[in-house]
């Protein structure tokens, strides 16, 4: 079965390839994404990991390097809070957040290549971005 547990493998696997150290609070925060049903916010998921095991900043600062890395969605909602998603597949894709509950979709493609090529056109290299869809969900409504 497609398990938890190869989820978590092939995180750990993502977290060598990008020369990230393998540290307690990072084990611990992968299997708690991993296990996660829904995007979690970096407050949640210190929360779930027991209050007093790691500090906020730790999670922090483990979730940014995990951003960087790939491994780990960060979803920005327009409360200004992120949430968090493991991003096993290092797949690219976008979300639906619902304004109101917070539940989170995934939309699973994208049609920004086009934009993205027009900036290259104009001479930027490295493009990048960053598209979330916000609305309110069928049960909120
Ligand atoms: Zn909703
Ligand atoms: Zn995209």
């Not at 209050?51 to 790691?54: M, R, S, V």
């Given at each position: 079965m497609p398990s938890s547990d190869h989820k978590f493998e092939s995180a750990i696997t993502n977290l060598k390839k990008e020369r990230l150290r393998i540290t307690e609070p990072r084990k611990a925060l992968l299997q708690l994404l991993v296990e996660a049903p829904k995007p979690l916010s970096a407050e949640e998921l210190h929360t779930t990991l027991g209050?007093?095991?790691?500090d906020l900043v730790t999670v922090y600062r483990n979730l940014e390097a995990f951003e960087n890395a790939g491994i780990v969605n960060r979803i920005p909602t327009e409360s200004g809070k992120s949430l968090y998603e493991l991003n096993a597949e290092r797949h690219h894709y976008h979300h639906i957040i619902c304004r109101k509950c917070h539940r989170t979709e995934k939309l699973d493609t994208c049609e920004v290549a086009k934009l993205e090529k027009l900036a290259s056109e104009l001479g930027y290299s490295d493009v990048t971005h960053v598209l979330e869809l916000y609305g309110v969900c069928e049960s909120c409504q």
């Open positions: 209050p007093g095991k790691f």
